[in-house]
Every structure is written in structure tokens, then in C-alpha cells.
């Protein structure tokens, strides 16, 4: 199975933000999965990025939900398949799920399967994030977060902005109060 972010795919992501920013300074935000992307992108990159920011980031294996379920697959597609009934199931209820439907709808199966799966073999999801020489934090809710990634953020002392009743989509379900949270983090830095 390939590795979750493997080094062809971290040289792809330093090559496009140094291409793209040039010499501006770079803020990554993560969400859920790609948390643990950023971070391992923020890592590799020649210039630090000034800020780092985890989203409902996978601090911890019980904070892969959905992409849990890809341990119980063979195949991408089937996994794709489950994933996407569960998630229409939800979204018949909750308009912020289908949105995170529709994105499911331009996924690629193996991708996202290799990824799910990937998230499941690390023995500590948020290593990568914890380890950061630049500076960072970590978004949650109480709705959202696990009750392993509170005490994970505890135990290790990570920077943290609390969102209260946002869930695990602040970006969507509470855009402008997500968005100053995020200005007000990076106004902090200068």
C-alpha cells in the first residue's frame, strides 16, 4: 500500500506553493485528513511556512470517521460506494453534508482509499503536526473532536482555538466567524 503522502507526492506540493508564492509568505490550513498533509508538506518545504493551522486535523486514529471505514474494504470503489451512502444517507439531513457530498462525488476511488487507509496505519496521526518548526494550531469543536484528539492536544500542549458549535465543517456551517479566526491568528504573528 502506498504511504500517506509519500515523497513524490511531498516534492509535488513544495514544487506548486513555491511556484505559487514565490517569495510571499505561506500559511497552510488542513482539514480532517488533510491536516496531516499540510503538516508533512509544512515540514519539507524550503521556507516555513509562517502558520500552520489543523482543521479538525487527524490527531489521532479515532479521528479518521468516515475515513476509518476504509479498513474494511479490498477494493477503492466498494469503500467509495459504502462512504457514499452513508454520506447521502447523512446528507438528507444536514445541508453542510451535502456539500461534503458532492466533493465525494469528484474523488478519486484509489486516492481516496489509500489515503483513508493510510491515516489507520499511522501509529500517531499527529506526530508530524505536534512537530512543526513553525508556528501552528489546531481548530476544534467539542461537537466535532474526538474525545482522544482533546486529550491528545492536552497531553502535548498544542496551540488551540476552541469553535464552539461549528462541528467538524467550520469553514462551511460558520464561514465568517472561521475565517476572522483565521486572520486574527495570522495578525498575531506580525
Known amino acids: 500500500m502506498r504511504r500517506l503522502h509519500d515523497r513524490k507526492d511531498a516534492r509535488l506540493w513544495c514544487e506548486l506553493i513555491a511556484h505559487f508564492s514565490r517569495s510571499r509568505d505561506v500559511v497552510l490550513v488542513g482539514h480532517s485528513m488533510a491536516g496531516m498533509i499540510a503538516s508533512r508538506t509544512a515540514a519539507k518545504l524550503q521556507r516555513l511556512p509562517v502558520l500552520v493551522i489543523g482543521v479538525?486535523?487527524?490527531?489521532?486514529?479515532?479521528?479518521?470517521?468516515?475515513?476509518?471505514?476504509?479498513?474494511?474494504?479490498?477494493?477503492?470503489?466498494?469503500?467509495?460506494?459504502?462512504?457514499?451512502?452513508?454520506?447521502?444517507?447523512?446528507?438528507?439531513?444536514?445541508?453542510?453534508?451535502?456539500?461534503?457530498?458532492?466533493?465525494?462525488?469528484?474523488?478519486?476511488?484509489?486516492?481516496?482509499?489509500?489515503?483513508?487507509?493510510?491515516?489507520?496505519?499511522?501509529?500517531?496521526?499527529?506526530?508530524?503536526?505536534?512537530?512543526?518548526?513553525?508556528?501552528?494550531?489546531?481548530?476544534?469543536?467539542?461537537?466535532?473532536?474526538?474525545?482522544?484528539?482533546?486529550?491528545?492536544?492536552g497531553r502535548y500542549g498544542l496551540p488551540q482555538r476552541r469553535l464552539d458549535h461549528v462541528g467538524h465543517w467550520p469553514m462551511i456551517k460558520a464561514p465568517a466567524a472561521f475565517y476572522e479566526a483565521v486572520l486574527d491568528d495570522i495578525r498575531k504573528l506580525q
Open 56 to 153: 479538525e486535523a487527524n490527531l489521532t486514529r479515532a479521528d479518521a470517521y468516515f475515513t476509518g471505514l476504509a479498513a474494511q474494504f479490498d477494493e477503492p470503489a466498494a469503500f467509495q460506494a459504502s462512504l457514499r451512502t452513508q454520506i447521502l444517507r447523512m446528507a438528507q439531513r444536514d445541508e453542510i453534508v451535502h456539500r461534503f457530498a458532492c466533493s465525494l462525488e469528484l474523488a478519486d476511488p484509489m486516492t481516496l482509499w489509500t489515503l483513508a487507509r493510510s491515516v489507520l496505519a499511522q501509529r500517531d496521526p499527529g506526530a508530524a503536526f505536534r512537530r512543526l518548526r513553525c508556528p501552528k494550531i489546531h481548530y476544534w469543536d467539542a461537537i466535532g473532536s474526538s474525545q482522544d484528539a482533546r486529550d491528545y492536544i
